[in-house]
């Protein structure tokens, strides 16, 4: 009986392109990292988003009450009652730019200790 000389292992050798293409299937596979600056700027976002959220949906409302008491004045003929929900409708449209400054400032708050420690890390 003969033996062979070889070393057992294993051996490998890609292209260029298939390393590209490895390099490419793998990175669908990982867990997308997040480095402190994107962090930080996703935080940022954060503190406007629920603000902005409240503030468009008084908007509508208020745009919608406003547009009822158009109804009542142009349609029906119902002047006070059209008056008065149309004053509704403005108070409401008139309310979502301080609800939007509240509700921001609010979530600042909350999230300002991460946002000045990241700030720290980044700046040193």
């Given at each position: ?73 142009l349609v ?49």
């Open positions: 009986m003969e033996q062979n000389n070889r070393t057992e292992g294993f051996q490998y050798s890609y292209s260029a392109k298939q390393q590209e293409e490895i390099k490419k299937i793998r990175s669908k596979y990982e867990a997308p990292r997040e480095d402190k600056m994107t962090y930080l700027r996703r935080l940022d976002e954060s503190a406007t988003k629920k603000g902005t959220i409240a503030s468009i949906g008084i908007g509508v409302i208020g745009t919608l009450v406003l547009g009822v008491g158009m109804c009542l004045v029906w003929q119902s002047f006070i009652a059209g008056i008065i929900i149309g004053l509704l409708g403005i108070a409401g449209l008139s309310a979502a730019y301080p609800v939007y400054i509240r509700v921001t400032n609010k979530e600042r708050e909350k999230i300002a200790p991460e946002v000045l420690r990241i700030t720290d890390e980044l700046l040193k």
